[in-house]
């Protein structure tokens, strides 16, 4: 069975960090770029940010950038999203997903996910 699994998420004071991670079943992860995507009560779906399958191409909504980093371990089939310097309206369901494109994050990658995870909550308060 093919899955995408997430983890990593969890309740955080504002300015903290997560790791989330992203961990293939099923598939090797190695052949697909992976896009990060999240979703909020009374909020539109919005695209994290996305790798290409080398990881030499990396992509941030306007949002995370500079905070946000993006990487992959192919030997280990898992993608990683390091979140720094938190913000409350980063609340919000993480997922992983691959892409329409499988190998590459396309021009218009936010709107162009395509198989999800079940996601993991990240929460930011104080």
């Known amino acids: 069975q093919l899955q995408l699994m997430e983890s990593g998420g969890g309740l955080v004071q504002p300015g903290g960090s997560l790791r989330l991670s992203c961990a293939a079943s099923g598939f090797t992860l190695d052949y697909y770029a992976i896009g990060w995507f999240r979703e909020a009560p009374g909020k539109l779906r919005e695209g994290v940010s996305c790798?290409?399958?080398?990881?030499?191409?990396?992509y941030y909504a306007d949002s995370v950038k500079g905070r946000f980093t993006i990487s992959r371990d192919n030997a280990k089939n898992t993608v990683y999203l390091q979140m720094h310097s938190l913000k409350p309206e980063d609340t919000a369901g993480y997922y992983c997903?691959?892409?329409?494109?499988?190998?590459?994050?396309?021009?218009?990658?936010?709107?162009?996910?395509?198989?999800w995870g079940q996601g993991t909550q990240v929460t930011v308060s104080s």
């Open positions: 997903t691959t892409m329409i494109n499988p190998t590459r994050c396309s021009s218009n990658w936010s709107h162009s996910s395509s198989f």
């Open positions: 790798i290409s399958t080398s990881g030499g191409s990396t």
